[in-house]
Each structure stands twice: as C-alpha cells, then as structure tokens.
C-alpha cells in the first residue's frame, strides 16, 4: 500500500509562491510507473461533501496536465531517485487557498480513486 506524506504547505501572500512536496513508501511497483498527481480541497467544502478538484498530474511517461486555473502557475514534477513528487506553486492567489493532498494510481484513468496523503494545508492572504 502507497504511503504519502505531503509537506511544504503555509501561509504567504497573495503573488508569493510555495513548494509542496510528497514523499512516497510502500509502493508495490517501482515508483515511475505510478500516475501521480496533486489535488485541493476547500476544508469548508469538504465537510459539505463537495468533490476535491485536480491541480496537476504526471503520468508514468512523464508527460504532465494542469487544470485551468494552475497552468502558467504550477508546476508538477517528480524524482524517481528519491520517490518525490513536487508541486511549485506560483503567483499564488487567495482562491488558492486549500487542503492539498498527494495522489498515487496505477493508472491515470483512476488517479481520482488512489492513495491519498494526509494533506497539507496552504493560506494565501490578499
């Protein structure tokens, strides 16, 4: 069972930027096979059941994909010699602000449904 720990996350203010990052164990596979991916989640949304949105993926060729409002902000990447998985995030705006959790998935048709870290929390202030 995939074992993800998040970190990085804090308050900055609105144009600064933050580092997230994700440290994987216990993967059955070798790490690069996975679909790796980072979503968000307003907590005050979460309590009311509202689904969490995608932010970035990479998949296993290391081809990667942003949701509308990260792309030209973030950027999603990953250490396969350290089983890490990074989000930089730039320019950052107080809708930014959110939970924002590690996920791992055999396949990427399912990231949605794999392994998913604790969370990190990021505030962003105007």
């Known amino acids: 069972q995939v074992v993800l720990v998040e970190s990085g996350g804090g308050s900055v203010k609105a144009g600064g930027s933050l580092r997230l990052s994700c440290a994987a164990s216990g993967y059955e596979w070798t790490f690069s096979k996975y679909c790796l991916g980072w979503f968000r989640q307003d907590p005050e949304k979460q309590r009311e059941g509202v689904r969490g949105?995608?932010?970035?993926?990479?998949?296993?060729?290391?081809?990667?994909s942003y949701a509308q409002s990260a792309t030209g902000r973030f950027t999603i990447s990953r250490d396969v010699t350290k089983n890490t998985l990074t989000l930089q995030m730039d320019s950052l705006q107080p809708e930014d602000s959110a939970m924002y959790y590690c996920?791992?998935?055999?396949?990427?048709?399912?990231?949605?449904?794999?392994?998913w870290g604790q969370g990190t929390r990021v505030i962003v202030s105007s």
């Open positions: 996920v791992a998935a055999p396949h990427c048709q399912v990231l949605a449904l794999g392994a």
């Open positions: 949105e995608e932010v970035a993926r990479i998949d296993p060729d290391g081809r990667t």
